[in-house]
């Protein structure tokens, strides 16, 4: 299968305040996005999210290392126009009304006026614009504007979306919007990249998910194969032990629902636990691996 987007041995540097050296922001990215998938793109500030993004978007030269997209190469003009990108800040035109904006934007793309007065109206209401289409841009609230920016990004009608911290300053109901409207543009075939700091969002959304630290891929895969392959600690549900003898063999646990809970950091502590148990007659009803959520894992990439 074709893929929507591929990166290979992606390498950057800026040179150094003086010019007497370059400082690597990138080092060798390889990463492969399939066609009709969330991909998310996770690091912290300062980590080559937004220089990868540039990248991709031919606004900066890498070094070194290749981009297609869709199976051509980045910079060529079908894969232009087969791009939309909604920026971290999205500046406009203040006294632009957002149906404007929306024109403007597929005059820029040399769409005809019966293709854009179409289009347009397809994406007002795809945005969830439709009905506050005559807003002024410098009327509309922050969540409104995402909206606006997101619109303009699909005028074109494009196969693969690029979205720069679409979350960043919305609130907890400007960001359930946004992420079910991102969601929808996935239902209907699209591939979006998107990059953030805000792991709850990402965790609801992403089919992948890479991780990025000093420009280095740490880690990256399915995001359920992730979480399922990183555990956290046990939990053994315990039956038929006598809470006294418990608490004199480091059985001691959480009462819960008639069962003593015991938490186990490692598979030998299991082990041992199991055994304890069996020597006081007592049952184990289940062992619970309790996993890692997809900011546990990040946690932990950055403190290596």
């Not at 990166?7 to 800026?14: A, N, P, Q, T, V």
């Not at 400007?174 to 990249?193: A, M, Q, W």
């Amino acid at each position: 299968m074709m893929a929507a987007l591929e990166i290979r041995g992606l390498e950057k540097s800026y040179p150094s305040t003086f010019g007497t050296r370059r400082i690597p922001v990138l080092r060798g990215i390889d990463l492969t996005v399939a066609p009709g998938e969330i991909y998310g793109f996770l690091g912290p500030n300062g980590a080559g999210k937004t220089t990868t993004i540039k990248c991709i978007l031919g606004l900066l030269r890498p070094d070194r290392g290749s981009i297609r997209l869709l199976g051509r190469d980045a910079d060529s003009l079908e894969s232009r126009r087969n791009l939309g990108f909604l920026p971290e800040n999205p500046y406009f035109y203040e006294y632009l009304t957002i149906r404007e904006l929306l024109h403007f934007t597929g005059r820029l793309f040399c769409m005809s006026g019966a293709d854009r007065k179409r289009r347009v109206e397809e994406v007002l209401r795809q945005a969830g614009l439709w009905g506050r289409e005559e807003t002024k841009l410098g009327k509309c609230s922050k969540g409104m504007i995402q909206r606006a920016g997101l619109a303009q990004a699909l005028v074109q009608d494009p196969e693969v979306l690029i979205l720069d911290e679409p979350f960043s300053g919305l609130d907890p109901v400007g960001r359930k919007e946004l992420r079910d409207l991102v969601l929808s543009l996935k239902s209907s075939g699209r591939t979006i990249f998107f990059s953030s700091h805000i792991l709850q969002d990402m965790e609801l959304m992403v089919d992948r998910v890479a991780i990025i630290i000093n420009g280095r891929l740490v880690r990256e895969g399915r995001l359920d194969e992730l979480v399922s392959r990183s555990v956290r600690h046990y939990e053994l549900v315990v039956d038929g032990v006598d809470e006294k003898d418990a608490a004199r063999t480091g059985l001691a646990g959480e009462r819960r629902d008639n069962h003593t809970i015991i938490r186990v950091e490692s598979l030998e502590e299991v082990n041992q636990k199991i055994r304890a148990v069996h020597v006081l007659s007592g049952r184990i009803a289940a062992m619970i691996p309790v996993k890692l959520t997809l900011e546990d894992i990040f946690m932990r990439e950055i403190g290596k």
